[in-house]
């Protein structure tokens, strides 16, 4: 076969296979068409009958709800109709408790009133019973000094020459005024401003330790600071004033 042969053969076959290929489509469509068109129906039948148990559920769920919204409405008015009740019977019990309350407190404050004046009364005679103390502390001390005073004034008596004893008692208080030197009067500034830091009191041993000197010095210190209303002694215990 020569080649221009082949060639016109070629050709035949091309626009056979075209005619069979435009066949194929033309049937390609058709099916397809027919195809959708039952796609179309099937939706239409599927979206009616959604459309139907969608209005029937919604029905059912309305009928339910109706009927829950019911039973809230019942429970609801029952449960308002219990809380009115504890409502009251609280109120009640509230005001009771509240009446018992202020009967308390008016109890209290009588007690209370009745508790101050006892106490009042006991520290009064507590007072009381401690300014005598106080005063009969104050009288022992001033015995105590004149009875060391006569014992001192004695024993100068029994170490002086016969004479002496002849010595008027202005010359005697002269020579104890004597005794008050700038170191005595430095001791004694210093004995108050001890006491007056020690609110608390002081016993005169305590004095005696801390500032070094003998007993009969420091009781004529404290002497001289309680006849100056500078020192006073309460239970054996000496207080700034």
Known sequence: MTTREEMISLAEDIVGSYADRIAGIAELRETVKMDLRGFQDSRTAMAKE???ELTKSVGDRKVAISAQLKELDAAHAAM???MRAELTKGRQALAKGESERQSEAREFI???GRTVAEGKAATQAQLKQLAEVQ???RDEWQILTATMQAQRVGAMV???PPEAVAVP???IAEEEAAEITPETTTLRDRVFKYLANHPDGTKMTELEQEFGVARIQMARLLKDLLDENKVENRELHYFAI
Do not use: V
Request: proline content about 0%; hydrophobic content about 35%; aromatic content about 0%.
């Open 50 to 52: 959604l459309r139907t």
């Open 80 to 82: 308002s109709r219990e």
């Open 110 to 112: 009588g007690e209370l």
């Open 135 to 137: 005063a009969g502390a």
């Open 158 to 160: 029994d170490l002086e």
């Open 169 to 171: 008692a202005k010359e």
